[in-house]
C-alpha cells in the first residue's frame, strides 16, 4: 500500500517570510518517485518537481528548494522570501514501480500568502 | 499549443441524470487519467488508461464509465449511480512510462441539483 500525508492542511504566512511545506510518504516499494505539484486559484495543477528514490540529492529552483531524506520518508518542500503569488494548495504525490502507474496524492496543503 | 482541454469547466445536472465530461489532449501521451477532488480529500483515482481501448478501474471507480477509442481522448460519464457526483473533476496525461510527470487540465466543476 502506498500513503503520502501532508499534516499541514492550511498555512498562512506574510509575504517575504519562507514556508515548509512537510510531505511523509509510505511505500513497500524499492523504487518510487514522488513529486510535488501546484494548484493555483484556477483549478490547473502545475507540476513542480519530480525525485527518484534512488536520487537523494536536495534541488533548489529559484526560489523553490526540495529536501528528500529517505531515513524519514520525507519529501519537504521550502518556498524562500514567499510572495503573494505562491497562494495555491500544494500537493504532494507518489507513485511505486510497483504499484501502478498512477499518482497517489497526499490531502494538500492550502498556502495563503498575505501582504 | 500542446496540452489537455476538459470541457465545459462548469457543468449542471439534474440528479438522475447521466452526464459526460470530455478530455482530449495533443501531447500524444498513451497514458490518461481522471481524478476526483473533494474539499479536503485531496485528489482520488478515478480511471486510468495507459493504451487506446484499454483502462482501469481507480480507487473510486463506481459509478463512473470511461471509453479510450482515440488516443486524444478519454471522455469520463458520471452515471446515476454514483451517491455524490457534485465534485471537481481533473483529467491528466503522462507519456505513459509510469514514472514521467503527468499534465492536468483545468477541471470540470459538476454540479448535481
Known amino acids: 500500500a502506498q500513503k503520502v500525508t501532508q499534516a499541514q492542511t492550511e498555512i498562512s504566512v506574510v509575504e517575504k517570510e519562507d514556508v515548509t511545506l512537510d510531505c511523509v510518504y509510505e511505500t513497500r516499494d524499492t523504487t518510487y518517485y514522488l513529486f510535488w505539484y501546484k494548484q493555483p486559484p484556477s483549478g490547473e495543477l502545475v507540476f513542480l518537481i519530480r525525485?527518484?528514490?534512488?536520487?537523494?540529492q536536495n534541488e533548489i529552483s529559484g526560489r523553490y528548494s526540495w529536501n528528500f531524506q529517505k531515513s524519514t520518508s520525507s519529501f519537504n518542500f521550502t518556498i524562500t522570501a514567499s510572495q503573494v503569488v505562491d497562494s495555491a494548495v500544494y500537493f504532494c504525490a507518489l507513485i511505486g514501480s510497483n504499484s501502478g502507474y498512477a499518482l497517489n496524492f497526499g490531502k494538500g496543503t492550502s498556502l495563503l500568502v498575505t501582504p | 499549443d500542446g496540452g489537455i482541454t476538459q470541457s465545459p469547466k462548469y457543468l449542471f445536472r439534474k440528479e438522475g441524470q447521466n452526464v459526460t465530461l470530455s478530455c482530449e489532449q495533443n501531447l500524444n501521451h498513451d497514458a490518461m487519467y481522471w481524478y476526483r477532488q473533494d474539499p479536503g480529500q485531496g485528489l482520488r483515482l478515478i480511471y486510468y488508461s495507459q493504451i487506446v481501448n484499454d483502462f482501469q478501474k481507480g480507487d473510486i471507480a463506481e459509478g463512473y464509465s470511461v471509453s479510450r477509442e482515440k488516443k486524444e481522448s478519454f471522455p469520463l460519464t458520471v452515471t446515476s449511480a454514483q451517491k455524490n457526483p457534485t465534485a471537481f473533476y481533473l483529467c491528466?496525461?503522462?507519456?505513459?512510462?509510469?514514472?514521467?510527470?503527468?499534465?492536468f487540465g483545468q477541471g470540470t466543476r459538476l454540479t448535481v441539483v
Open positions: 525525485r527518484n528514490s534512488f536520487d537523494e
Open positions: 491528466a496525461s503522462s507519456s505513459g512510462t509510469g514514472i514521467a510527470e503527468a499534465f
